[in-house]
């Protein structure tokens, strides 16, 4: 039986004029709605309790699952205003699809696609009045789901809760669109064969802040990861897909093996590559190759995407042993594929793809 994702019936609102003021310059998941959409799960019951309600602290008990076996998954996807008011969701039967498939992967219960779309739709209904209208800007939705059986034992716990919480947003990285520079990491892996790396989970994302810091203290933005057997194999960064392009024209980025997130914006970007003249291209790529690439003129560009920060591209990788400069291009392909990307997710472009899904 379907959730009821029913609104307040008596809902308290931000002023209007207070979320004006914020949506000047909103920042990134430094601000939330009005509201959010709850539902709670038992291994007896099942799902139950669908609602939105006000955004507010959730109650937890100190021995609860989550805070001591990390059973724990999340989305992340945005709303997007177009230029007749309407508010608009970009592939979100994706993301409903993945966390499904983390919840399957970290023993939580598995959320119907059509509740996660309820629930989504519900909210960004019920909290319209937030969708920021600038350019660039966006609500971003985070659907997350911990376990919170109160017990101390390492077993898939009994039960579980299921939010979803909304921000609105601008640009992920403060100034714009600008290259960042990418350190390569050799002192830890983000996932191994078998781990969780093709789930959302926080622990993933919690394994990556010290080889971030890494990074940040060899002044680079952005880490980059290798496989966790070979220390070889490029993966990802610590949230987010990368790419190369070639100057023969190929598209190419690391194949999905397990231990890679399969991104929304990362499939998109694989789709949209054959109309803007580019070959997709999906396929190991060895960090050898890569910097080799760069130095004798076969690479190109290089950037990272994900439904955050959309497209970044990426200025030079560094490891302890070289850095390597990526050379200016006149029209990058990186920001053709952003601009395609922005377009249709902000009403711009006729979406061939069928892709959007308007909520209202």
């Not at 308290?12 to 310059?25: G, L, N």
């Not at 390597?324 to 711009?348: F, H, M, N, T, W």
Request: net charge negative; glycine share 10%; hydrophobic share 45%.
């Amino acid at each position: 039986m379907a959730l009821d994702f029913s609104a307040p019936q008596n809902p308290t609102w931000t002023p209007e004029e207070r979320i004006a003021e914020i949506s000047v310059d909103p920042g990134f998941g430094d601000y939330f709605t009005d509201h959010m959409a709850r539902a709670t799960w038992s291994a007896g019951e099942g799902w139950s309790d669908g609602a939105v309600v006000p955004y507010g602290p959730i109650p937890m008990d100190p021995a609860s699952a989550v805070l001591h076996y990390a059973q724990e998954i999340f989305e992340g996807l945005k709303a997007y205003k177009h230029a007749d008011g309407s508010v608009w969701l970009f592939r979100p039967e994706m993301n409903a699809r993945r966390f499904a498939a983390s919840a399957h992967r970290l023993a939580l219960p598995e959320l119907s696609e059509e509740d996660f779309l309820a629930a989504v739709e519900a909210l960004v209904r019920t909290d319209a009045r937030w969708v920021p209208g600038l350019p660039e800007q966006s609500l971003y939705l985070r659907p997350f789901m911990i376990a919170h059986e109160t017990f101390l034992g390492v077993r898939p716990a009994q039960t579980a809760g299921f939010w979803v919480i909304a921000s609105p947003v601008g640009g992920y990285f403060k100034g714009g669109v600008a290259a960042v520079s990418i350190w390569v990491t050799t002192s830890s892996s983000r996932a191994g064969i078998g781990g969780t790396g093709a789930a959302k989970c926080g622990g993933n994302y919690a394994a990556s802040l010290e080889a971030t810091k890494e990074a940040y203290a060899n002044g680079c933005n952005q880490v980059l990861f290798l496989d966790a057997a070979e220390q070889r194999w490029i993966e990802e960064l610590g949230g987010m897909n990368l790419f190369v392009v070639t100057s023969a024209g190929e598209l190419v980025t690391p194949e999905l093996s397990g231990s890679i997130l399969a991104g929304v914006t990362r499939d998109s970007i694989l789709q949209l590559a054959p109309e803007l003249g580019l070959i997709p291209v999906e396929r190991r790529l060895e960090l050898a190759e890569v910097f080799k690439g760069i130095q004798d003129g076969t690479i190109v560009e290089a950037f990272a995407c994900g439904t955050a920060a959309v497209i970044t591209p990426i200025r030079s990788f560094k490891d302890a042993e070289e850095e390597v400069v990526l050379p200016e291009v006149a029209e990058p392909a990186s920001l053709k594929i952003r601009d395609a990307l922005l377009d249709i997710q902000y009403g711009r472009l006729e979406d061939t793809h069928g892709w959007t899904r308007r909520v209202c």
